[in-house]
């Protein structure tokens, strides 16, 4: 979803909105290439995407502040733990 310089990159209110077509019973995963944290936190927080896969440099500690700034209570689902 976020492959910069990719014809497959689309901005997050494009991705909200393929994500309300979605029946609810599929799990969306967006695809990030070295985006910023709070990009990602956004669209897991709310619940745009389901889980994120991470395809560029990010780190252990670029994982960490995800987590911590995706993090939903109660969790209701297996997505980056917690």
């Known amino acids: 979803m976020n492959f910069l310089r990719n014809h497959r990159s689309l901005p ?3 991705v909200r909105a393929l994500g309300r077509k979605l029946d609810g019973a599929v799990v969306s995963v967006g ?3 070295d985006q910023p944290v709070e ?3 956004e669209l897991l ?3 745009t995407i ?3 896969q991470l395809c560029g440099h ?4 670029y994982i960490a502040a995800l987590r ?4 939903r209570r109660p ?3 297996p997505w980056l733990g917690a």
């Open 45 to 47: 927080k709310d619940r």
């Open 75 to 77: 969790s209701t689902g």
């Open 39 to 41: 990009t990602v936190a």
């Open 68 to 71: 911590s700034a995706a993090s």
């Open 58 to 61: 990010e780190n252990a500690s």
């Open 50 to 52: 389901s889980a994120a």
């Open 12 to 14: 997050p209110d494009q």
């Open 31 to 33: 695809a990030f290439v």
